[in-house]
């Protein structure tokens, strides 16, 4: 007789949410004095996305909010995880915000407490004003005082409601993919800009901290979510691990190094000596980026894995995830990536749940004591309704509670793990490919903006209900 299967079963205060960002979900992108991001720049500048698709409507998630957020009530949420779109709030960048912005997201939330659900709000998810970047965008120090003044706007405007802040969204994503390969907005392919960037980034998020703190209730908790690469050496020889170092650095340690511990790795220094020489780092800056967090997001798909190679030349070579492009990884040329074996998503990404696990009990360590969350972490697959209108994706299923159960793991081996958020509530604009990749638990219909919850949605409403996993089969 087989033995049986011992259920999964979380903390009772563990928050079970769902993540979206501004520029994905909302549309409505010249509304009440909303001026243009980099993401609608980037997305109507031909050959940038898929199709030249963009986020002009995309759901339509600023019309239809009430009925979203009485669909994540239907399903048993208790968290949701959003951005603020700041050229909604403060159209400049510069200056008082338009109130008929804040008061989007002053309904947003109430709308969320009313049903029960706990509001997280993220800062910046990649949308920089587009005149901020017509100025010189991250790589320029000023953007890192203008969002310290906006986060200030948004504190005084929703600390009273919003216990959960976090200051930035991926700032790899932002600093590398948006100034360094050019895959994301605005586009730009400078090695050196690409590590400016990066320090604004760490410098924003530190300046933010302190006047979060500042004007919020002491209650209210502030973070950063990271997506930190758990990066793996193709063997054990000096050159293959000194490759995972090196890219460690560059995805890792130039983030949580300042944030979590107050300096750059030195190694980082000496990698990158050929593309800068780090004079933007000023005096201070360290100090004012490491601040005390309350909490740290990781957000996971996939882990990395590299190997040593002869230097690349110069020019358009094959980023992390395949995608032809300007390296994303400064002073990495003597870099491979390399596809790591197992089944794939349709972003052909790996599904390997270690990689969470690792990654947890890896920040574990890195910041003792420091509360966690996953902020992001889904897959994309070519979901498609049957003939009755239901969406059936138990690939989906099986990805979430392979994952699930890697947090829970990591949990009873002593991990302060609080909270999982599903990337994403729904289908939406997947930012360089459009609308063809499907990350949501919730089925759109792009023609008609019908939502249709598909099999996972059920199920990992059915986790947040009762804190136990159902199994794999059961929707």
């Given at each position: ?22 520029y994905?979900?909302?549309g409505a ?6 001026t243009?991001s980099?993401?609608d720049t ?24 009430r009925?979203?957020v ?20 403060q ?19 109430d ?21 901020l ?18 986060a ?9 409601r ?9 700032p790899?994503?932002?600093?590398f ?8 907005a ?38 950063v ?9 193709a ?17 890792n ?11 750059y ?18 005096d201070?800056?360290?100090t004012l ?10 957000n ?7 190997e ?38 349709e ?13 947890i ?6 910041a003792?004591?420091l509360?966690?969350y ?7 697959y ?28 990591a ?13 994403s509530l729904m289908?939406?604009?997947e930012w360089a490919y459009?609308?063809e990749k ?20 059920r ?9 136990v ?7």
């Amino acid at each position: 007789m087989p033995e049986p299967i011992t259920p999964v079963t979380f903390p009772p205060a563990f928050l079970w949410g769902a993540a979206t960002s501004a520029y994905q979900i909302e549309g409505a992108v010249r509304e009440g004095g909303r001026t243009p991001s980099i993401w609608d720049t980037f997305s109507h500048t031909p050959g940038r996305t898929a199709g030249g698709e963009h986020g002009d409507i995309a759901v339509d998630h600023y019309h239809r909010y009430r009925d979203d957020v009485a669909l994540m009530a239907d399903l048993g949420l208790t968290a949701y995880r959003f951005s603020v779109s700041w050229p909604r709030v403060q159209p400049t960048g510069r200056g008082p915000a338009v109130q008929v912005g804040l008061d989007f997201y002053r309904r947003l939330v109430d709308e969320l407490l009313a049903v029960g659900i706990k509001p997280a709000l993220t800062l910046y998810h990649w949308d920089l004003p587009q005149e901020l970047e017509d100025a010189g965008g991250w790589p320029e120090r000023d953007t890192a005082y203008r969002f310290a003044e906006y986060a200030q706007i948004m504190g005084e405007a929703l600390g009273d409601r919003v216990e959960q802040w976090i200051t930035l969204n991926e700032p790899w994503c932002s600093a590398f993919l948006g100034y360094g390969s050019g895959v994301h907005a605005p586009g730009r392919t400078d090695a050196a800009a690409s590590l400016k960037a990066a320090h604004h980034l760490n410098l924003a998020h530190g300046l933010a901290t302190s006047v979060l703190r500042a004007s919020m209730p002491a209650r209210n908790s502030v973070a950063v979510s990271l997506n930190s690469s758990v990066v793996r050496p193709a063997s054990q020889s000096p050159e293959d691990m000194a490759a995972a170092r090196k890219i460690d650095d560059l995805a890792n340690g130039v983030f949580h190094g300042p944030m979590l511990h107050g300096s750059y790795p030195q190694s980082l220094f000496e990698a990158t000596r050929s593309v800068t020489d780090w004079s933007f780092v000023q005096d201070g800056d360290l100090t004012l980026i490491h601040q005390p967090l309350d909490a740290l997001g990781l957000n996971y798909y996939t882990p990395t894995l590299v190997e040593a190679a002869e230097a690349a030349p110069a020019g358009p070579r094959a980023d992390g995830h395949g995608v032809s492009a300007y390296t994303p990884w400064p002073g990495a040329d003597d870099v491979a990536f390399l596809q790591t074996p197992g089944e794939r998503t349709e972003m052909g990404w790996t599904i390997d749940p270690t990689g969470l696990y690792d990654l947890i009990t890896r920040y574990t360590r890195e910041a003792p004591g420091l509360p966690l969350y996953v902020t992001e972490n889904g897959a994309a697959y070519d979901d498609k309704p049957d003939p009755e209108g239901n969406v059936h994706d138990p690939e989906r299923i099986a990805y979430l509670h392979g994952h699930l159960s890697a947090v829970r793991r990591a949990i009873a081996d002593g991990a302060d793990v609080r909270g999982y958020y599903l990337w994403s509530l729904m289908d939406n604009f997947e930012w360089a490919y459009g609308y063809e990749k499907r990350f949501g638990a919730v089925y759109v219909d792009y023609a008609t903006l019908e939502r249709t919850p598909k099999s996972s949605a059920r199920w990992y409403g059915e986790a947040a209900r009762t804190g136990v996993l159902p199994a794999v089969g059961e929707a």
